[in-house]
């Protein structure tokens, strides 16, 4: 009621013409107060110290001074809901943002940011709940834009149900446990980063038309389950790329239309990479699977790998070879199912003959599917010039 009584009087003080105040209806609001703002525009920026509940109802908006980040949370256990935030600063060395999380299990839930350098800022923020959001950036070059969600040093946020529009990347950085599920992005540079962020999981969200998907840098135990990442066809970018990252379980995503489908590097230490690969589609990539640097030990079962130009390739024949593939299916196979069990008599191979020149030297790529590389690789099929090497044997591949 106070702060009601507050609003009344600031915006019968306050000029016709201008934008009220939110600042001083928020230290109006007693500690786990509601706020509910009526329609109307109102002035930020603005800073949040203590629990309450602030509601916009769809009809608010909270408009920046182009200066700096337009709302900061800096309690917890507070809500944020129904508010259109726009008119961020446009630093990035200062992180301008539409709102800026400092705070522990608060939720914040169907905002509308638009019009901001880098979108959801969570630093430091713990089991906040962040769902039913709609961010979209500045309309600026994309390696200029802000990150639509960076979260930084914290754990157990669930991000989930956002739509994330004309933003760089999703960063999740030095930040464990956190759930990112069922969210779409639509033109961005990166769909996401997980950068020493172990037990991250990422579930059932949709990431289209950005450079490169999903990239696993130096984390562990990740679970990365039924995503669909479409047209990731930026230069060297691929549907999701681990380097330095074990124990993944990468189950029921698919990957459409990419540059390429998976991408996995040098295991961490020179050890056993051991991710799981079970279960997903990789369909009209470039390359359905890359894998460069030393053997590597994945288990890659019951994948459906669909009219990729190459379906499986390796920087040298070790880094694939070594992987453990069963029941796959292959739309290149071309063996028969006898017995009809639903398995091919013979194995799957993918044998390298002059694959080799461009797998081993990137940039003769150009020349893929071109009448001189295509004749050489058809002449060392009739007589090697040297020792062909396997990439890959599944030796029970799925006619269905």
């Known amino acids: 009621m106070r702060a009601w009584l507050l609003g009344c009087l600031v915006m019968a003080a306050w000029p016709a013409w201008a934008a009220t105040p939110l600042q001083p209806l928020i230290d109006a609001t007693p500690a786990g107060g509601q706020l509910t703002l009526a ?13 309450i509940h602030l509601d916009g109802g769809g009809k608010a908006a909270l408009r920046g001074d182009g200066a700096s980040t337009v709302l900061t949370l800096r309690a917890s256990a507070s809500t944020i809901r129904g508010l259109a935030i726009s008119g961020s600063g446009d630093l990035h060395d200062r992180t301008d943002a539409g709102l800026l999380i400092e705070g522990d299990g608060n939720l914040i839930e169907g905002n509308r940011l638009d019009d901001v350098l880098f979108g959801i800022h969570v ?3 713990n089991r906040n709940r962040i769902t039913g959001n709609h961010i979209q950036g500045k309309p600026r070059e994309l ?3 802000g990150d639509g969600l960076r979260i930084w040093y914290s754990q157990g946020n669930l991000i989930e149900g956002n739509h994330f529009e004309r933003v760089r990347d999703l960063i999740i950085d030095n930040a464990a446990g956190n759930r990112i599920i069922g969210n779409t992005l639509h033109d961005g540079r990166a769909s996401m980063e997980i950068i020493f962020s172990p037990d991250t999981l990422i579930e059932r969200n949709m990431f289209t038309n950005t450079a490169t998907g999903i990239i696993v840098l130096y984390s562990r135990a990740l679970t990365i389950r039924g995503n669909r990442i479409i047209h990731a066809r930026g230069g060297g970018g691929a549907g999701i790329t681990f380097k330095e990252s074990s124990g993944a379980l990468v189950e029921g995503n698919e990957i459409i239309d990419s540059a390429v489908g998976l991408s996995s590097g040098p295991p961490p230490g020179g050890g056993d990479a051991a991710l799981t690969i079970r279960g997903n589609r990789f369909a009209y990539n470039i390359i359905g699977m890359y894998f460069y640097g030393e053997k590597s030990g994945h288990q ?3 994948n459906r790998f669909e009219q990729n130009l190459t379906q499986v390739a390796a920087s040298a024949p070790p880094a694939a070879s070594t992987n453990h593939w069963l029941g796959n299916h292959w739309s290149d196979y071309q063996g028969f199912d006898r017995n009809g069990d639903g398995i091919g008599d013979t194995p799957y191979q993918i044998i390298a003959y002059a ?10 790529t150009f020349f893929r599917n071109s ?8 002449l060392e099929r009739l007589a090697p010039f040297s020792q062909p090497d396997i990439i890959l044997r599944d030796p029970a591949p799925q006619m269905k």
Request: net charge neutral; charged share 25%; proline share 10%.
């Open 39 to 51: 329609a109307g525009e109102y002035a930020g920026p603005a800073t949040i110290t203590r629990p």
């Open 123 to 125: 630093k430091q923020g």
């Open 143 to 145: 390696g200029l834009r």
């Open 300 to 302: 890659i079962t019951g």
């Open 355 to 364: 694959d080799r020149i461009w797998m081993e030297t990137p940039k003769t």
């Open 371 to 378: 009448p001189a590389l295509e004749l050489l690789d058809f």
